[in-house]
């Protein structure tokens, strides 16, 4: 192989040589993705710390737990930022899944979906382990089976490359999360009467509806229209497909119950007022 003469050449020719051949590996970048997701969330909980310390003057009134459940909440807004903008941009934007593409789309994945699932399987080691550190404080059984089965959907569709369509589509329900946890942020604050927190409510309620219960329908709509290509995948991933946007779609209907009464509720409260 004959390598460039000049020296300056020289350096960017080995540059793009480590890069192409080590850096952009699939188990280095599925590797250094999930340890990017694990630090965004100690980076993202420590920001929230500092900046809660500065400009909130009830935080240091809190207790730990509450402290330690507020600073959650900082770290899983980032990543659901994140993950929504991601997902859709892979979704709907980059072309990776259009029917303009040959081949089938449960089998499509690229360098940018692996790395963006390996963020999210780091977060969701890393919240995960606090849940069970402090549980049942940080969330009971029903955060504990979501974030394993999310954990599982997407650590396979990461490492096999299947159906990171349908795990992208789950993945924009994410979209709900900054919204819960404003909510949350607002009831401790003391701003349950605010008008802040019944706009929370009316935004929660619309994209609670469009994220995880419209989209949630598409998905399945999906699955039936391509089930061609569906059942080209491997059987455990057939599984997964049936199986976790099912159980998923119940627990959102179950929640999204509860955020309509408490919707009725604040409202019912605020006519009488």
Not at 16 to 34: C, H, P, R
Not at 93 to 99: I, P, Q, V
Not at 171 to 190: C, H, K, M, Q, Y
Request: hydrophobic fraction near 50%; aromatic fraction near 16%.
């Amino acid at each position: 192989m004959d390598f460039p003469a000049d020296p300056i050449m020289m350096y960017k020719y080995k540059a793009e040589l480590l890069l192409k051949e080590y850096l952009l590996a699939d188990s280095y970048v599925l590797y250094a993705a999930v340890l990017g997701g694990i630090l965004m969330c100690k980076l993202s909980y420590d920001i929230t710390y500092i900046i809660s310390s500065i400009y909130f003057k009830g935080y240091v009134s809190l207790t730990n737990i509450r402290k330690i459940e507020w600073n959650n909440r900082g770290m899983s807004t980032v990543h659901a930022i994140f993950i929504t903008i991601m997902s859709v941009y892979l979704v709907f934007f980059s072309g990776l899944f259009s029917d303009k593409l040959d081949g089938p789309v449960t089998f499509r994945s690229s360098h940018l979906s692996n790395f963006t699932l390996g963020v999210s399987v780091g977060y969701f080691i890393a919240d995960l382990a606090m849940i069970f550190w402090f549980y049942p404080s940080l969330g009971g059984m029903e955060y504990v089976f979501h974030h394993i089965l999310s954990l599982v959907c997407a650590v396979y569709a990461m490492i096999s490359g299947e159906g990171q369509l349908y795990t992208y589509m789950v993945l924009i329900s994410e979209t709900t999360t900054p919204g819960i946890n404003l909510r949350w942020f607002l009831d401790v604050a003391g701003r349950k009467n605010s008008k802040a927190y019944l706009v929370n409510g009316i935004a929660m309620f619309v994209t609670w509806l469009v994220a995880r219960i419209i989209l949630f329908i598409y998905l399945f709509y999906h699955i039936l229209m391509n089930y061609d290509q569906v059942k080209q995948m491997n059987s455990f991933a057939c599984l997964l497909i049936s199986v976790a946007p099912s159980i998923l779609f119940v627990m959102n209907v179950m929640w999204f119950s509860k955020i309509l009464r408490g919707l009725r509720k604040t409202l019912a409260k605020r006519h009488v007022e």
